[in-house]
């Protein structure tokens, strides 16, 4: 599997709707589906109105997103969340003899506040979880300020290495993260989607000099609300 994987927009076309499978069943995530979409100004979804049999949702990275979803028009930017419930028609008013889910009190846009941040450790602001109505994962939004000292061995100090319960992906926004995921090392930039299977042993941290943004979903979320139980501390070989 190719856990590290650059994203070409550059490679998008330029005058047309366009959406890039970058990981699925096909390429070894069988948890979820993750696209990017880019859609130039005048131009929309080509689909006819339709549903999904699962959740989806889209992060707004640049531009203004318009959608119907259900019987509601919203309006994102970027740094929005957009949810769409499954079920839930998009792109047409709903038919009204069809049966739809209930959509009453959901927020169907959701912005992240970066006032929420802490401007000098990890810190994470959640967009969309079970407790605000997304049942089938949960997705927010990291920033990883600049590393502190150097430890001994000259390199910066790092979180522990651990493995989950369930798949993390991370899609990066801004900044540059370096990785361990097993025994090897990585660097992922700008529009770089990183998978983390359950199971696999990882790491990250900020060797650069400006703050690393990046998504962070977990599929499907823990039963357990309790996040501190979610990482499992491992270690690769002999203790010293």
């Known amino acids: 599997m190719q856990y590290v994987r650059p994203v070409d927009l550059n ?11 970058v ?10 589906i993750c696209i990017v979409t880019r ?15 699962a959740d989806q949702l889209y992060y707004v990275l640049r531009g203004e997103m318009r959608a ?3 019987e509601r028009e919203v309006v994102a930017g970027p740094n929005d969340l957009v949810y769409i419930p499954a079920g839930v ?6 038919d009204a003899s069809a049966p739809a ?3 009453r009190d959901v927020e169907l846009v959701r912005s992240l506040d970066e006032s929420r941040f802490a401007p000098d450790r990890w810190s994470q602001v959640v967009l969309a979880d079970r407790s605000s109505g997304v049942p089938s994962v949960s997705l927010g939004v990291f920033r990883v300020p600049p590393s502190g000292p150097s430890t001994s061995s000259g390199r910066s100090a790092i979180g522990r290495l651990h493995v989950h319960r369930f798949d993390q992906i991370y899609y990066v926004i801004s900044g540059r993260m370096r990785l361990q995921i097993g025994l090897e090392e990585h660097e992922a930039g700008p529009n770089t989607l990183v998978i983390l299977p359950a199971g696999m042993p ?3 941290w900020n060797e650069g000099p400006e ?15 309790d996040m501190r139980t979610w990482d499992l501390t491992v270690q690769i070989g002999e203790a010293s």
């Open 11 to 21: 490679a998008f076309p330029r005058d047309d709707f366009h959406s890039e499978f």
């Open 23 to 32: 990981a699925d069943r096909t390429s070894g995530l069988d948890s979820c």
């Open 39 to 53: 859609v130039p100004p005048g131009k929309g979804s080509p689909w006819r109105p339709h549903t999904h049999p």
């Open 68 to 70: 119907r979803i259900g």
């Open 89 to 94: 028609q998009l792109a047409a008013p709903i």
């Open 101 to 103: 889910p209930s959509m």
């Open 202 to 204: 990882h790491r990250s």
């Open 211 to 225: 703050p690393e943004l990046h998504l962070n979903l977990r599929v499907p979320e823990p039963a357990d609300p």
